[in-house]
Structures are given as structure tokens and as C-alpha cells.
């Protein structure tokens, strides 16, 4: 089993800057790709960004390129997403998921492991 634990939500002004973490455990070793995925009221769950934890390789959403960077401390077994020119749009929450492979990593049916979600409001 692998536990994914997310932080760093919370309310932040448009154009705003936030950074999510995501603490992984368990059999934490097993976890070849972490990715952020997010949904907004009403909408289906959208990939976000992913990194590979060997390599590091990052995979973005177009809608957040430029904006938003995943990054990985492999000596906290920590996946970070930095969010920086916040919109409203943003608005969802936030989950952090763990993929035992490396492909279709934009595809959340790829993602065994789940965390609870953390909430990211932005205000216009």
C-alpha cells in the first residue's frame, strides 16, 4: 500500500502563488510516477501535472504550462506543486495520485493510489 498525504491548499487572490505538497509512505518505493490531478465543482477530474521519480521527467496540462511547476525531493519522499499566476479557473481540488508505471500518465486510470484532495480557491 501506498499513502499519499496532500497539503497547502487554501485561498489565494488571482494572480497569486501557492505551493501544494504531497507526502508519500508505505511501500512508497513501488511509486514510479506521482501525478496532480484536480476537479472543480461540476467537472470530471483533470490531469495536472506528473514527474517520474527516477528521472524526474515533469509532463504538464497546456492549460498550466508556464504556471504551474512539479518538482520531487526524493530524501522527503515529497512531490510539490508550485502555483504561481493563480486565475479563478484554478479554483478545484487538488489530488495528489501514485502510478506503479510510466506510461499514460495523463490518464487517472493509470493512478492506484489516491490522496484525500486539498481545496484551492482562488478569488477574482
Known amino acids: 500500500q501506498v499513502q499519499l498525504a496532500e497539503s497547502g491548499g487554501g485561498l489565494v487572490q488571482a494572480g497569486g502563488s501557492l505551493r501544494l505538497s504531497c507526502a508519500v509512505s508505505?511501500?512508497?518505493?513501488?511509486?514510479?510516477?506521482t501525478g496532480w490531478f484536480r476537479q472543480a465543482p461540476g467537472k470530471e477530474r483533470e490531469f495536472v501535472a506528473a514527474?517520474?521519480?527516477?528521472?524526474?521527467?515533469?509532463y504538464y496540462a497546456d492549460s498550466v504550462k508556464g504556471r504551474f511547476t512539479i518538482s520531487r525531493d526524493t530524501t522527503k519522499n515529497t512531490v510539490y506543486l508550485q502555483k504561481s499566476t493563480l486565475e479563478p479557473e484554478d479554483t478545484a481540488v487538488y489530488y495528489c495520485?501514485?502510478?506503479?508505471?510510466?506510461?499514460?500518465?495523463?490518464?487517472?486510470?493509470?493512478?492506484?493510489?489516491w490522496g484525500q484532495g486539498t481545496q484551492v480557491t482562488v478569488s477574482s
Open positions: 514527474i517520474t521519480w527516477s528521472a524526474g521527467l515533469r
Open positions: 508505505g511501500r512508497s518505493f513501488s511509486t514510479v510516477v
Open positions: 495520485a501514485a502510478s506503479l508505471y510510466r506510461d499514460r500518465v495523463t490518464d487517472s486510470q493509470s493512478y492506484t493510489y
